[in-house]
Nanobody
Framework: QVHLVESGGGLVQTGGSLRLSCAAS????????MGWYRQAPGKQRELVAT???????NYADSVKGRFTISRDNAKNTVYLQMNSLKPEDTAVYYC?????????WGQGTQVTVSS
């Protein structure tokens, strides 16, 4: 069982920045893919960004050029640096990890961008 704990959410003005962190309960070297998803009120959960063990990344078109996902294997932590935030980025952000084809989720952290 992999436990993921997110932190770093909060309230920020349009154009501001936040950095989310996702701490894993075990070495993330053993977790093939880690990612961030988000869910806004009344909407389905959507992919934001993923990063695999080799370092390759993937981003939703809506966040390309503004968000950066990274992983620190020594700290068992994945980060999401969010710049140039927009009101439409407001959502609960969830960390996800896939290990041995099983998906694990954190509890989520709220990000609110005021206009």
């Amino acid at each position: 069982q992999v436990h993921l704990v997110e932190s770093g959410g909060g309230l920020v003005q349009t154009g501001g920045s936040l950095r989310l962190s996702c701490a894993a309960s075990e070495s993330i070297v053993s977790i093939s893919t880690m990612g961030w998803y988000r869910q806004a009120p009344g909407k389905q959960r959507e992919l934001v960004a993923t990063i695999i063990n080799g370092g390759s990344t993937n981003y939703a078109d809506s966040v390309k050029g503004r968000f950066t996902i990274s992983r620190d294997n020594a700290k068992n932590t994945v980060y999401l640096q969010m710049n140039s935030l927009k009101p439409e980025d407001t959502a609960v952000y969830y960390c996800n990890g896939i290990k041995w084809n099983r998906s694990y989720w954190g509890q989520g952290t709220q990000v609110t961008v005021s206009s």
